[in-house]
């Protein structure tokens, strides 16, 4: 079956680690409050430390690191669709496949925790992706999911749009491309989970990127190009955008003195009997 446009952008934006990089970098240095993303995701789970652990769209493994760090009982896999994140992941080879996750090549009721951290709105089909990651998700096991608000960076999208009415032939009319992030993001994410798991709870962080000059945050804008560019209008070319997003982003931090733009990231928990349920259940919340 032929990839649609946007799946090629996507298998195209992480073809190489370079660009995770880049946005893990960014958010390493100029994030505010300092938090590492990876460990407050992970923090919101309740461990035992022996868990079995499925890690979906593995990147490069920045939560493997955090987990064995604190938790080296783990039985830990992880599976992501680009050979060459795999080879960049600290991991045990044997427990890293290069894999599709709507085809997961695992057995019914594997794994204590299923871990899909800023990748389930990649999923072409999303009920799809989540019917398979329960699939091998025991019956008491947890899933957690993290993403982000569809209204983080608003700042940039103002400015997005802007350099978007200013190149192109339809004016106003014209709008910057959405974020990939729509399809499961904190205001939509639980709704969805909940098609599929008893009870989801929902965990907020958010925060500011604090950047003293504007080159890293353009850095950050460049690197979306692979998720982004095929979303502009067809009069709208990527390297005329940058040049009006520098100017836009240079008169903003002459005017403020710094470049600020707000986030939100957050993390979800979905499950039918683990971990929270438990509490829920022994208090009369109702039947699983």
């Known amino acids: 079956m032929a990839l649609t446009v946007l799946e090629q952008a996507v298998q195209q934006y992480y073809a190489t680690d370079r660009n995770l990089r880049i946005n893990e970098e960014m958010r390493a240095r100029y994030l505010v409050p300092q ?70 090549p695992y057995a019914d009721d594997s794994f204590d925790v299923v871990m899909a951290n800023n990748m389930l709105y990649h999923l072409p089909d999303l009920d799809s992706g989540l019917r398979e990651i329960k699939r091998v998700m025991k019956p ?57 798991f008893f009870a989801v709870v929902r965990h907020d962080l958010p925060a500011a990127l604090h950047f003293p000059d504007i080159e890293p945050a353009l850095d950050y804008v460049d690197s979306l190009r692979g998720l982004r560019e095929h979303g502009l209008p067809a009069d709208v070319n990527w390297d005329d955008l940058m040049l009006i997003m520098r100017q836009q982003m240079t008169q903003l931090s002459k005017l403020l003195g710094k470049l600020e733009l707000t986030v939100q990231f957050g993390a979800m928990i979905a499950s039918d009997r683990g971990g929270f349920i438990k509490d829920f259940m022994a208090r009369g919340g109702g039947q699983a």
């Not at 993303?37 to 035992?48: E, I, K, M």
């Not at 830990?76 to 894999?99: K, N, V």
């Open 35 to 104: 938090v590492d993303l990876a460990s407050w995701t992970l923090n919101t789970l309740d461990w035992t430390g022996a868990e079995s652990v499925l890690d979906i769209g593995a990147g490069t493994g920045s939560h493997y690191e955090r987990l064995m760090r604190d938790k080296p009982h783990l039985h830990y896999f992880a599976l992501d669709l680009s050979p060459q994140m795999l080879l960049c992941h600290p991991g045990e080879g044997g427990r890293l496949a290069c894999a599709d996750s709507m085809r997961l």
């Open 140 to 196: 008491t096991g947890r899933l957690l999911a993290a993403t982000e608000s569809l209204f983080s960076l608003p700042e940039l999208q103002v400015l997005l749009r802007r350099a978007i009415v200013l190149l192109s032939r339809n004016g106003a009319n014209a709008e910057p491309p959405l974020a990939p992030v729509e399809a499961f993001a904190l205001e939509n994410g639980a709704r969805i989970l909940r098609r599929h």
